[in-house]
């Protein structure tokens, strides 16, 4: 069973910087696909941006250009660097990777909050 466990989110003054990180245990099959999601209070989950074993990346219009997702392959680790930080940005953050052929695994999710 593969286990995701996620780690840096935190509280940030709007403009500032925060780096997530999320590693899988228990993989014995490639990971094809990382990603972060997020959701806001009364929201739906959303794609904020993903990176595929061969770093083909994708992002949401809103954190382009303030986003940076990145993935170390040998160590099933997926990061998310996130500068220009703003209110709306407050979300929970969850990692989801995808396991050959198609297993979906999800993290339990990471509190980031962005103070005006």
């Known amino acids: 069973q593969v286990q995701l466990v996620e780690s840096g989110g935190g509280l940030v003054q709007a403009g500032g910087s925060l780096r997530l990180s999320c590693a899988a245990s228990?993989?014995?099959?490639?990971?094809?696909?990382m990603g972060w999601y997020r959701q806001a209070p009364g929201k739906q989950r959303e794609l904020v941006a993903s990176?595929?074993?061969?770093?083909?990346?994708n992002y949401a219009d809103s954190v382009k250009d303030r986003f940076t997702i990145s993935s170390d392959n040998a160590k099933n680790t997926v990061y998310l660097q996130m500068n220009s930080l703003k209110p709306e940005d407050t979300a929970v953050y969850y990692c989801?990777?995808?396991?050959?052929?198609?297993?979906?695994?999800w993290g339990q999710g990471t509190q980031v909050t962005v103070s005006s």
């Open positions: 990176i595929t074993r061969g770093d083909s990346t």
């Open positions: 228990g993989s014995s099959l490639p990971i094809t696909n």
């Open positions: 989801k990777m995808i396991q050959w052929p198609s297993h979906h695994y």
